[in-house]
Structure formats: structure tokens, C-alpha cells
């Protein structure tokens, strides 16, 4: 491998660790209270304790920067572009519903790239907790793919 090569493929680690760490997650709970009204709920609702990657947040990043392989098509044509995974961490740590939140309409290649790398985390995250219960939750994760 070139120096060249080497250079590069550690700019492409370096910038999806660093996009990585803008990481977003939503909850598919929510407050069902009637905002046309000024009612105040009958039982409060408690934000729940968030899933997490076994390995912690860092240990998620390092992962996906390994796993990662830029697709060939879209190193040829020179593109870059970003990647939103949303999925859901089941109450048992595993992942499904892996889907992209919007399609890349010039490169698809970063989506299913991203797809493929994030089941692979499957069984290794703790559940979230609603009240010391483990619940189903809603992730969403950019994964960025840069030539730069």
C-alpha cells in the first residue's frame, strides 16, 4: 500500500470519527398529552435511560471507522456524502429496522455500506430503561464519507 493510500484512508478514518461524534438519538417514546388543551398528563412519563454500545461511545466510533469500506463507484466519480442510519435497539441489544433516514440519490452504495456496518453491532448494546424496564429505542447515526 502507498503512502498515499495510507494517508488517505486514515483522513477518511479521522473524518468519520469526527462526524460520528455528532451522534443523534431518538426516543420512540413519547408524551401523548393533547397539546390543545390544558390538561396536564394522568401519569408522568419518565425519560428513558439510553441505550448503549457495550463498548461506550468512542468504542461505537472505532468500529464504524474500521468497519467502513468506501464503495469503489463512488471513490471513482470523486463523491462524498453523508449517510443518516436510523434503527431500533431492541430490549434484548439487538439491532433492527436498519433503514437510511433519506436515500442518497447519487451514491445508494453509502447507504447500504452503512446498513451493513451497523448490523453488525447487533447484540452488542445494553437496552434502554423506562423505570428500571428495558424498552425498544430509536437511534438515528450520520455516518460520513469523505474523500477530503
Given at each position: 500500500m502507498s503512502i498515499n493510500n495510507v494517508c488517505l484512508n486514515m483522513r477518511f478514518a479521522l473524518l468519520l470519527l469526527v462526524s460520528l461524534l455528532s451522534v443523534k438519538h431518538l426516543s420512540s417514546q413519547s408524551d401523548t398529552t393533547d397539546l390543545n388543551t390544558h390538561e396536564t398528563p394522568?401519569?408522568?412519563i419518565v425519560a428513558p435511560e439510553m441505550a448503549q454500545y457495550k463498548k461506550g461511545e468512542m468504542g461505537l466510533h472505532m468500529f464504524i471507522a474500521r468497519k467502513v469500506k468506501y464503495p469503489n463507484r463512488c471513490r471513482e466519480l470523486g463523491i462524498s456524502g453523508i449517510s443518516i442510519i436510523q434503527f431500533t435497539v431492541t430490549k434484548?441489544?439487538?439491532?433492527?429496522?436498519?433503514?437510511?433516514?433519506?436515500?442518497?440519490k447519487t451514491c445508494p452504495e453509502f447507504d447500504q455500506e452503512a446498513v451493513r456496518v451497523i448490523k453488525r453491532t447487533s447484540g452488542e448494546w445494553f437496552p434502554a430503561k423506562q423505570s428500571g424496564k428495558p424498552v425498544n429505542i430509536r437511534f438515528r447515526l450520520p455516518i460520513r464519507f469523505s474523500l477530503d
Open positions: 394522568k401519569k408522568e434484548d441489544g439487538k439491532v433492527e429496522d436498519i433503514e437510511p433516514l433519506y436515500k442518497h
